[in-house]
């Protein structure tokens, strides 16, 4: 029989990190909502190696009265609440009291700290949670927290990390969540010496948008207000134009605090409903102040899940208000920019160009600091060769049983005729027969009529040059031949963390569809070149699309099953459209083509792109046969 064992206070503390500190951004998390509780108008983090091998976070708070420090590092100390009553009415960001112990149990970490009413500021640092210094010290109000080698002493966790550049765009992406949580507060971030973003603190939503999404974005937002008894909504919603193929644009915050809210998400997207394509999705900044007895954000540890006491009423709420905003702002005519939001951001722009701009956060005051922002090397991606077994086409479906289903669905088998061609078939279709096709025209801009034997073929013009652009898209990406088209001036794009992210990850796929890309500075990209067979088709859109793939695919298996989706999405968008009149010498041209792939008759989505009708099944329609 096993003995039960007294785990001793280490071991005890190692566990619990576990459940708070997950990677380097979880500490950013603790250490920046701890300045942001602490009253700081501006706060100062810097990263190096993703956060892996240090971590600082500099901040104007109130800082820590040298009798408390100590206690701070405890387990379940914390200056946020004194009792489990005061858990339903809970304001601040923090409240577990775990942070700082959490984080001391698995990484070096070093804190200076002074407060307003103390001469001198106190340093302490502590190894594994356990102390190795405390001294006096010269420092400005606030606090400073160091953190070096996490997970130093548990090296298991520290395997299962992901790379430095990775990593540290997961502390990009949580930087600018808060940044956007607290425009009155000024944040700065710092990724290996070079400048990543900043805000001014001036308490402006608007202008912190820019800064993290850039000009166009924040052209095209509508102010959103709303309240009802006990919640009220403020923010920006994003024109519906502005939409995305996930929900990583959708940033809401309770109480100012980001979560991650399956209703609030289908709330926000039902008052879109009217505005959008289905698989589309909104760009949203909205707060919600809320009574605190109706939300419950003591969830789990990582505070990004909450619970509403009156869900349904909420979610009505949320809905209708931004259907209503929407609604209302559709019926207003569109007008230009106004000239004070025009100058905001031509101010701002100067600024970043000069960098004359007055910085609020505060300095690390132990080091110096670099101002000057480095325009960032051009990445050059190879497009390596795919394996040729990862980019089997999908199965064609099968839609025959027309009659079959035809009855299923209540019609009359006898108006029900006319049937899809499939692979299953005898390939009456093919290169050999060229010479017994004769077309006979073009039918509402979008159809040919063909003749073959005894049957008449009804083509789709826009299924059937999808197809063929498809296959030919696929195969010199097999073969690492896809041409690209220059694009002159280059259409620049600006990216999140995340977006930058799945670029780095993901450069040589991009490269192999026939993008051609280099940083341009900051946040921005420029589009040097699209696949030829895109060009003209949308190409900034597609690119973003393919980002917004990548970013929701699977790290393991999806690879492959992504590009293709994307290939497939590619080929519809430069096919020819329906409703666009062809000549004989152009339908003639794609026939041919379209004959020589295996299966000429899907398009990549499964469409068909031909049916036929039988010489018996017309002759019995005007009753020649009976």
């Not at 707060?287 to 109706?294: C, Q, R, Y």
């Not at 041409?483 to 930058?500: D, K, R």
């Amino acid at each position: 029989m096993a003995k039960i064992q007294i785990l001793d206070s280490e071991t005890i503390d190692k566990i619990a990190a576990g459940e708070v500190v997950e990677r380097p951004s979880s500490v950013v998390k603790e250490l920046v909502e701890n300045a942001m509780d602490a009253g700081s108008t501006s706060v100062t983090v810097e990263i190096k190696d993703g956060g892996i091998s240090f971590i600082r976070v500099t901040d104007n708070g109130s800082g820590i009265e040298a009798s408390q420090i100590r206690n701070a590092f405890l387990r379940h100390a914390t200056s946020k609440i004194s009792s489990a009553e005061e858990l339903h009415d809970i304001k601040s960001l923090g409240f577990r009291g775990e942070a700082l112990s959490s984080i001391s149990a698995v990484a070096r970490v070093e804190l200076i700290s002074k407060t307003k009413e103390s001469l001198n500021g106190i340093r302490y640092m502590c190894e594994g949670a356990a102390e190795t210094e405390w001294t006096e010290v010269g420092a400005p109000e606030g606090t400073t927290v160091l953190v070096r080698n996490l997970f130093f002493n548990t090296p298991v966790r520290r395997k299962f990390l992901k790379q430095p550049q990775t990593e540290g765009s997961y502390i990009v992406e949580l930087m600018e969540h808060l940044a956007l949580s607290r425009p009155d507060i000024a944040f700065r971030l710092i990724v290996n010496g070079q400048m990543k973003f900043h805000t001014s603190g001036s308490g402006d939503l608007k202008e912190v948008i820019y800064r993290i999404y850039g000009r166009e974005i924040a052209e095209t937002l509508i102010p959103a207000r709303a309240q009802m008894e006990g919640a009220a909504i403020s923010g920006y919603l994003g024109k519906p134009v502005l939409n995305r193929s996930n929900r990583n644009f959708e940033n809401y915050y309770i109480n100012g605090r980001y979560i991650k809210s399956t209703l609030l998400a289908k709330a926000i997207e039902e008052g879109y409903s009217q505005y959008l394509m289905q698989h589309k999705f909104p760009f949203t900044v909205l707060h919600f102040d809320v009574d605190t007895e109706m939300v419950d954000v003591n969830v789990h540890p990582t505070k990004m899940d909450v619970r509403f006491t009156e869900g349904e009423k909420f979610f009505r709420f949320v809905a209708n208000s931004v259907s209503d905003i929407l609604e209302h702002r559709e019926m207003i005519p569109e007008t230009a920019l106004d000239n004070k939001a025009e100058d905001t951001f031509q101010d701002l722009e100067a600024a970043d160009r000069k960098d004359t701009r007055e910085e609020s956060a505060p300095e690390p005051f132990e080091t110096v600091r670099t101002r000057q922002y480095q325009v960032m090397e051009e990445m050059k991606y190879e497009a390596e060769r795919p394996k040729m077994q990862d980019f089997l086409q999908k199965p064609t479906e099968n839609p025959e049983k027309s009659q079959e289903n035809s009855r299923k669905n209540g019609e009359n088998p006898a108006f029900s005729t006319v049937s899809q061609l499939s692979l299953f078939e005898e390939k009456l279709l093919s290169p050999q027969n060229r010479q017994e096709y004769r077309i006979l025209g073009q039918i509402f801009d979008t159809y040919w009529l063909l003749v073959f034997q005894d049957k008449l073929f009804i083509v789709d013009q826009h299924a059937a040059h999808e197809k063929v652009k498809y296959e030919r898209l696929i195969r010199q990406f097999r073969e690492k031949s896809v041409v690209s088209q220059s694009l002159n001036p280059p259409i620049v794009v600006s990216l999140t963390a995340q977006e930058e992210r799945v670029l780095s990850e993901y450069g040589r796929v991009f490269c192999g569809l026939g993008f051609e890309f280099e940083e341009f500075g900051g946040r921005e990209y420029a589009l040097r070149g699209v696949p030829a067979d895109l060009y003209g088709c949308g190409e900034k859109e597609l690119f973003l699309e393919v980002l917004d793939e990548l970013s929701q695919a699977p790290p393991v298996g999806r690879q492959p099953a992504v590009v293709e989706e994307k290939l497939a999405s590619m080929a519809c968008k430069a096919a020819v459209k329906g409703n666009s009149s062809l000549k004989t010498e152009e339908m003639e041209a794609l026939l041919d083509e379209l004959l020589t792939l295996e299966n000429p008759y899907n398009c990549p989505h499964g469409r068909p792109t031909i049916i036929s009708m039988s010489k018996y099944e017309i002759e019995k329609k005007f009753k020649r046969i009976v």
